[in-house]
C-alpha cells in the first residue's frame, strides 16, 4: 500500500483521495506500482490545477462572457466533484467558488453597464426627435435639410433600445423628416408655380409690345397750340 497527505493505494490497487467528507474512491490501478498509481492521479489534479489558472486568468483579463464562463466553470466543477483525482480538492472548489463570484460580479457590473447605455441613447434620440420635430417647422431649407441629414447619421450611431421604444422615437423622428420634406417640395412648387405665371405674364407682354410695334395706329395727331 502506497499513500500521500492527499491520497492513497489500497493493496487491491484501489486509489483513494482524502476529503473533508472522509475518503472517495478515485480509481483502480492495476498496471503498475502503488507509486505509479499516485503519481498518475496526482497529475490529473495537477492538469486541473492549470486549467482553474487558465480559466482565472481569462475571467480577470479578458472580456469572456458570463455564459461562457459559468459553462467553463461547470466543466471543471464536475471533475472537481468526481474525484479523478490527488489532490486538495477543497482548495479548487473554493477557487471555483471565487471564480463564480467573480463572474456574477461582473454579469452585474455589465448589467448595470448596459442599462445606463440603454439610458443615455435613450436620452439621445429623445433630443435627436426633439431637434427634429423643431426643425420640421423650419424655412431655412438648406441648413435646417443640412441638419436633419446629420441628425440621421448620428441616429445610425446610436445603440438600439427595446423594440417598442425604438420604433416609437422613429416613427417620430421619421414623421418629422417627412413633413419638413412636403413643405420644402410645397415651398419650391409655389416658387415654381409663381416663376411660369410670371414668365406667362412677361411673355404676353413682350406678345403686346411686339404686336404694338408693326402697328400704323398712331393714334390722333398732336393738338397744335397757340396763342
Same mark, same amino acid.
Given at each position: 500500500?502506497?499513500?500521500?497527505?492527499?491520497?492513497?493505494?489500497?493493496?487491491?490497487?484501489?486509489?483513494?483521495?482524502?476529503?473533508?467528507?472522509?475518503?472517495?474512491?478515485?480509481?483502480?490501478?492495476?498496471?503498475?506500482?502503488?507509486?505509479?498509481?499516485?503519481?498518475?492521479?496526482?497529475?490529473?489534479?495537477?492538469?486541473?490545477?492549470?486549467?482553474?489558472?487558465?480559466?482565472?486568468?481569462?475571467?480577470?483579463?479578458?472580456?469572456?462572457?458570463?455564459?461562457?464562463?459559468?459553462?467553463?466553470?461547470?466543466?471543471?466543477?464536475?471533475?472537481?466533484?468526481?474525484?479523478?483525482?490527488?489532490?486538495?480538492?477543497? @482548495?479548487?472548489? =473554493? +477557487?471555483?467558488?471565487?471564480?463564480?463570484?467573480?463572474?456574477? *460580479?461582473? /454579469? #452585474? $457590473?455589465?448589467?448595470? %453597464? !448596459?442599462?445606463?447605455?440603454?439610458?443615455?441613447?435613450?436620452?439621445?434620440?429623445?433630443?435627436?426627435?426633439?431637434?427634429?420635430?423643431?426643425?420640421?417647422?423650419?424655412?431655412?431649407?438648406?441648413?435646417?435639410?443640412?441638419?436633419?441629414?446629420?441628425?440621421?447619421?448620428?441616429?445610425?450611431?446610436?445603440?438600439?433600445?427595446?423594440?417598442?421604444?425604438?420604433?416609437?422615437?422613429?416613427?417620430?423622428?421619421?414623421?418629422?423628416?417627412? @413633413?419638413?420634406? =412636403? +413643405?420644402?417640395?410645397?415651398?419650391?412648387?409655389?416658387?415654381? *408655380?409663381? /416663376? #411660369? $405665371?410670371?414668365?406667362? %405674364? !412677361?411673355?404676353?407682354?413682350?406678345?403686346?409690345?411686339?404686336?404694338?410695334?408693326?402697328?400704323?395706329?398712331?393714334?390722333?395727331?398732336?393738338?397744335?397750340?397757340?396763342?
Amino acid at each position: 500500500m502506497s499513500s500521500d497527505p492527499w491520497g492513497r493505494v489500497d493493496e487491491t490497487g484501489t486509489v483513494y483521495v482524502r476529503t473533508a467528507d472522509g475518503e472517495q474512491v478515485v480509481g483502480s490501478w492495476q498496471a503498475g506500482t502503488p507509486e505509479e498509481a499516485l503519481a498518475y492521479f496526482e497529475r490529473k489534479y495537477e492538469g486541473l490545477v492549470v486549467e482553474i489558472g487558465l480559466l482565472e486568468r481569462r475571467v480577470r483579463t479578458t472580456d469572456l462572457s458570463a455564459k461562457d464562463a459559468m459553462t467553463a466553470i461547470d466543466h471543471l466543477r464536475r471533475q472537481v466533484d468526481e474525484h479523478h483525482a490527488v489532490g486538495d480538492l477543497a @482548495a479548487l472548489g =473554493k +477557487r471555483l467558488d471565487t471564480l463564480v463570484t467573480e463572474v456574477e *460580479a461582473r /454579469r #452585474e $457590473e455589465r448589467k448595470v %453597464a !448596459k442599462a445606463k447605455q440603454s439610458e443615455e441613447a435613450r436620452q439621445a434620440k429623445e433630443a435627436l426627435v426633439a431637434e427634429a420635430e423643431e426643425l420640421a417647422a423650419s424655412d431655412q431649407w438648406r441648413v435646417a435639410g443640412e441638419r436633419l441629414r446629420a441628425l440621421v447619421d448620428t441616429w445610425k450611431g446610436l445603440p438600439r433600445l427595446d423594440r417598442k421604444s425604438d420604433d416609437e422615437l422613429w416613427h417620430r423622428f421619421s414623421h418629422a423628416r417627412s @413633413a419638413f420634406s =412636403k +413643405r420644402r417640395k410645397a415651398h419650391f412648387a409655389s416658387l415654381d *408655380a409663381q /416663376r #411660369e $405665371e410670371a414668365r406667362k %405674364a !412677361k411673355e404676353k407682354l413682350v406678345a403686346e409690345a411686339e404686336a404694338l410695334s408693326a402697328s400704323t395706329d398712331w393714334g390722333p395727331p398732336p393738338r397744335a397750340t397757340g396763342s
